[in-house]
């Protein structure tokens, strides 16, 4: 019984590692990263973080593609080799793909859309025109929302997602609060 179950959860596990290879791997490569403050220190609203949002939505999508790797072999292992394993890489898998699925029909947001890219976007023009909040206008993504380290203003009432900077609150503890977030910011917005 405890074996069929332990098969069960490790067909689970992996699938879920799979689906998330490409969101946890490819940014916090440190070539892509040199650009950006460390984490977890505000974030400088400029080109390379609209540009980065934009990459995090990719590799959102991209991990529907990787989820059709354990979808797969999860089938081939339902029906060639343990069926419990099988039963729980599909499982999971399938259950990213429908929520995910779901989530686009239902406009159900994930934290980086290109909507948000776009504010930003509008932030930083503001920030560098005549409508600027001060004359040192200097907008940064704090963890509840963007504001000017000058004056203090809030620009934008989002609060910030995982941006896929190499985590500095160490690697496991990074990586287990990652997998449980999915990258969605840890606070709620301040309004
Ligand atoms: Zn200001």
Not at 33 to 49: G, R
Not at 135 to 151: D, G, H
Not at 177 to 185: A, K, N, V, Y
């Amino acid at each position: 019984m405890w074996a069929i179950f332990f098969e069960f959860l490790l067909g689970a596990v992996v699938a879920h590692l799979i689906s998330r290879v490409p969101f946890l791997t490819f940014p916090r490569l440190r070539a892509w990263n040199v650009q950006f403050s460390p984490h977890p220190e505000h974030i400088y609203i400029d080109s390379h973080l609209i540009q980065r949002v934009l990459h995090m939505r990719a590799f959102y999508w991209l991990g529907m593609v990787f989820a059709l790797i354990p979808l797969v072999f999860g089938w081939l292992s339902l029906a060639h080799g343990s069926a419990p394993i099988g039963f729980g890489m599909w499982t999971v898998s399938g259950w990213l793909l429908l929520s995910r699925l779901t989530a686009v029909i239902s406009g159900e947001e994930h934290p980086w859309t290109k909507q948000l890219a776009m504010r930003l976007q509008l932030v930083k023009n503001e920030s560098e025109s005549e409508n600027q909040c001060c004359p040192f206008s200097f907008p940064v993504w704090e963890v509840s929302a963007v504001r000017c380290t000058t004056c203090g203003k809030n620009l934008l009432n989002v609060p910030r997602p995982d941006l896929g900077r190499p985590r500095k609150d160490g690697k496991i503890r990074g990586f287990i609060r990652l997998m449980l977030t999915d990258g969605r910011p840890i606070v709620a917005s301040e309004e």
